[in-house]
T-cell receptor, first 109, second 121 residues
Framework: GQQVMQIPQYQHVQEGEDFTTYCNSS?????IQWYKQRPGGHPVFLIQ?????EVKKQKRLTFQFGEAKKNSSLHITATQTTDVGTYFC?????????FGGGTRLMVKP | GAVVSQHPSWVICKSGTSVKIECRSL??????MFWYRQFPKQSLMLMAT?????????EQGVEKDKFLINHASLTLSTLTVTSAHPEDSSFYIC?????????????????FGAGSRLTVL
């Protein structure tokens, strides 16, 4: 499957600061999905982006899909301790998903 | 929404024994289920695709004789780790897609089970 690179691997922020994680691919992505995995938990679907340049918002979370459909980002405004976890992007081609390496977010209260 | 139940949530076994993990789609049918393995602080790696009524498709490097997959019905897939060794200790997660989900409104979106944490002593 396609290689989806995700950065940064880890991010420590102070509560209230913003946070962004990026996914990049060398080839065009058919779509991009974002999942959140809390410590000790399982991945939970957040959103899917399909269209070039698409931007979607969920409260403090903003998801973007690049114009060339080769990159995506997840931005969290004013992080809270409940945002702690690992955020994965994933590309769904056909019937399966290929996950990025994930960005582990830690929030200091 | 779609719910996937995975059992057991954790298991400890002795080296050389076999462990079976079940994955059930509770309120939808899944002709295909996926088995992932996740080592600590790492991403999810697809092990195999479980197909109802036929053989599973294994990813490169995954031993099919060691990780036996059975998908006997539209709502149940099982993963059996045979002759488990300490290096098999990991978090195993299954997932499934609701085949009736309309295309374009979340197609390919997976619902994950809660995972099974296997520790082999």
């Amino acid at each position: 499957g396609q290689q989806v690179m995700q950065i940064p691997q880890y991010q420590h922020v102070q509560e209230g600061e913003d946070f962004t994680t990026y996914c990049n691919s060398s080839t065009t992505l058919s779509n991009i999905q974002w999942y959140k995995q809390r410590p000790g938990g399982h991945p939970v679907f957040l959103i899917q982006l399909v269209k070039s340049g698409e931007v979607k918002k969920q409260k403090r979370l903003t998801f973007q899909f690049g114009e060339a459909k080769k990159n995506s980002s997840l931005h969290i405004t004013a992080t809270q301790t409940t945002d702690v976890g690992t955020y994965f992007c994933a590309e769904g081609a056909g019937n399966m998903l290929t996950f990025g390496g994930g960005t582990r977010l830690m929030v200091k209260p | 929404g779609a719910v996937v139940s995975q059992h057991p949530s954790w298991v400890i076994c002795k080296s050389g024994t076999s462990v079976k993990i079940e994955c059930r789609s509770l309120d939808f049918q899944a002709t295909t289920m996926f088995w992932y393995r996740q080592f600590p602080k790492q991403s999810l790696m697809l092990m195999a695709t479980s197909n109802e009524g036929s053989k599973a498709t294994y990813e490169q490097g995954v031993e099919k004789d060691k990780f036996l997959i059975n998908h006997a019905s539209l709502t149940l897939s099982t993963l059996t780790v045979t002759s488990a060794h300490p290096e098999d200790s990991s978090f195993y997660i299954c997932s499934a897609r609701d085949v009736k989900r309309p295309t374009g409104s979340g197609a390919n979106v997976l619902t994950f089970g809660a995972g099974s944490r296997l520790t082999v002593l």
